[in-house]
């Protein structure tokens, strides 16, 4: 037994309503190009899906483009972060040339207290040794930038 439809869009051989419910041919026209937008649509997403190359190249250039952002937001922390230990060098040296101008008008048997407690304090020795070797590195490095040397 076959299928047809008859005139009043009623297939014989089954109790299927009207194709689609149109109601008349005009509105079978419009559901037709209906039909036919939405399928146009539904390929188009899947050659863009079947499009492996065309992915793989937008994933890239979203990659590529995170990545640089990153990079200047990188840049961007270091600079900050070299700017910070500077200045906490060049105050960290003023400090230092203080306490050694103060040593030097120091009377001997004061300066030995500074040794002993110095000797008591190996921890304080080790940092102030440590700001004092950046301040004299990083005096050196801005001579050198500035072609002074």
Not at 56 to 66: I, Q, S
Not at 129 to 144: E, K, M, N, P, T
Request: proline share 3%.
């Amino acid at each position: 037994m076959t299928d047809a439809t008859s005139r009043d869009g009623t297939r014989s051989g089954s109790t299927a309503q009207p194709v689609g419910g149109a109601k008349g041919p005009d509105e079978l026209r419009q559901q037709i190009e209906q039909t036919r937008g939405q399928l146009g649509d539904t390929v188009e997403e899947l050659a863009g899906k079947a499009d492996v190359k065309g992915r793989a190249k937008a994933r890239a250039a979203d990659l590529k483009d995170k990545a640089g952002a990153m990079s200047v937001q990188l840049r961007s922390s270091a600079a900050h972060a070299g700017h910070a230990v500077q200045d906490k060098a060049g105050r960290t040296g003023h400090a230092a040339q203080d306490k050694a101008d103060r040593a030097r008008h120091t009377p001997p048997g004061r300066a030995r207290g500074a040794v002993r407690a110095g000797l008591g304090h190996p921890r304080a020795v080790a940092v102030a040794g440590a700001a004092a070797g950046v301040v004299v590195a990083a005096s050196l490095a801005r001579r050198r930038h500035h072609g002074h040397c």
